[in-house]
């Protein structure tokens, strides 16, 4: 069992992936593939220095090339539990059905907080230790007998707002997570998104929903910044 997830992390770390778990997700999903493999990409120091007051077309190409290099990462570990006779669902970004408020019935996150790579702060995204909230994930499932790690149930923002302060649209409502809440509690999706492409139209170019500023001025995030 160790020596499969030892391979398996460090064919992802030769992906590029900075973060990789194992969650054992057997109360969340149906059917018989019960372990999910979370992994996450940290964006560079300099370009998080560089959105400091908002999304960029250089940001924009980062997320646009870090979601495709997770996608190859991915396949590349789906692919390798295959030829170990084992059965995966990638929930690459072709695969990942979104619901119209872009919200999905398996979050690449709460798969992630279960493999114990971070916890779901009230910027509504996934905040690790190591990097704040500035990461990318991705995930899959399958009925590999990978070893679990401790899942980080409990967020750790304690009083903390600095990402509902900073938000330039008013999105974020500053409350904590907490099993079985409803996302609309915490976050505005409507007055994000509307507010994220009419900002990015002018600016990038593009209408998209990116924008950064939850995660870029996070404690967690600070604290990677210093180094």
């Given at each position: 069992m160790e020596d499969l997830g030892t391979r398996l992390r460090?064919?992802?770390?030769a992906e590029g992936a900075d973060l990789v778990g194992y969650a054992d997700v057997s109360d969340l999903v149906p059917g018989g593939l019960k372990t999910g493999v979370a992994m996450a990409m940290a964006m560079p120091r300099d370009m998080l220095r560089s959105i400091e007051d908002g999304a960029t077309r250089e940001y924009a190409q980062w997320?646009?090339?870090?979601?495709?290099?997770?996608?190859?990462a991915t396949?590349?570990?789906?692919?390798?539990?295959?030829?170990?006779g084992y059965a995966v669902e990638e929930h690459t970004t072709d695969k990942v059905v979104r619901r119209p408020d872009q919200?999905?019935?398996?979050?690449?996150?709460?798969?992630?907080?279960r493999a114990g790579l971070g916890w779901i702060g009230k910027s509504c995204l996934l905040v690790t230790p190591q990097y704040g909230g500035a990461v990318r994930i991705s995930v899959l499932l399958t009925d590999a007998p990978l070893p679990p790690a401790e899942p980080v149930l409990?967020?750790?923002?304690?009083?903390?707002?600095?990402?509902?302060?900073?938000c330039p649209y008013g999105a974020l409502n500053g409350v904590q997570w907490r099993p079985g809440i409803d996302r609309?509690?915490?976050?505005?999706?409507?007055?994000?998104?509307?507010?994220?492409a009419r900002r990015n139209a002018e600016v990038i170019g593009e209408g998209l929903f990116i924008c950064g500023q939850c995660f870029v001025h996070c404690p967690y995030t600070r604290k990677y910044l210093k180094g």
């Open positions: 460090e064919l992802l770390t997320y646009k090339d870090t979601n495709a290099a997770l996608d190859r396949k590349a570990a789906g692919d390798f539990l295959r030829s170990q919200s999905t019935e398996m979050p690449h996150k709460s798969i992630a907080m409990e967020p750790k923002c304690g009083s903390c707002t600095k990402c509902r302060d900073v609309a509690e915490m976050f505005d999706y409507k007055k994000c998104a509307d507010n994220c």
